[in-house]
């Protein structure tokens, strides 16, 4: 069975950073693409980032640009999001999901979403 565990997330203040977790079990990180995904309150979940079976990465939000980096420790079959430079309107709960094959598609492709993880970016 596919399952995700999100950790990591937490309280900080602009400008600072945050290492997010996605723990992977029932595969191998090398044989599906993950992403990262947000959802703020009354917004619609967000794709951020993604890498693919072959560990490239695909950015999804503009907005997280320069700012997010994806990576992944086949070691460890976690995914990582580096979260830098954090603004508050990157305050949401942080998810991971996969898709077979690319980071090509919509999020209605992706499967086994994790419980997530809150960040919050407040002074």
């Known amino acids: 069975q596919v399952q995700f565990v999100e950790s990591g997330g937490g309280l900080v203040q602009p400008g600072g950073s945050l290492r997010l977790s996605c723990a992977a079990s029932?595969?191998?990180?090398?044989?599906?693409?993950i992403g990262w995904f947000r959802q703020a309150p009354g917004k619609e979940r967000e794709g951020l980032l993604c890498?693919?079976?072959?560990?490239?990465?695909?950015v999804y939000a503009d907005s997280v640009k320069g700012r997010f980096t994806i990576s992944r420790d086949n070691a460890k079959n976690t995914v990582y999001l580096q979260m830098n430079s954090l603004k508050p309107d990157d305050t949401a709960v942080y998810y991971c999901?996969?898709?077979?094959?690319?980071?090509?598609?919509?999020?209605?492709?992706?499967?086994?979403w994790g419980q997530g993880t809150q960040v919050t970016v407040s002074s």
């Open positions: 999901a996969t898709r077979m094959f690319s980071c090509s598609g919509p999020i209605a492709s992706f499967r086994s």
């Open positions: 029932g595969f191998t990180l090398d044989s599906r693409a």
């Open positions: 890498i693919s079976i072959r560990g490239a990465s695909t």
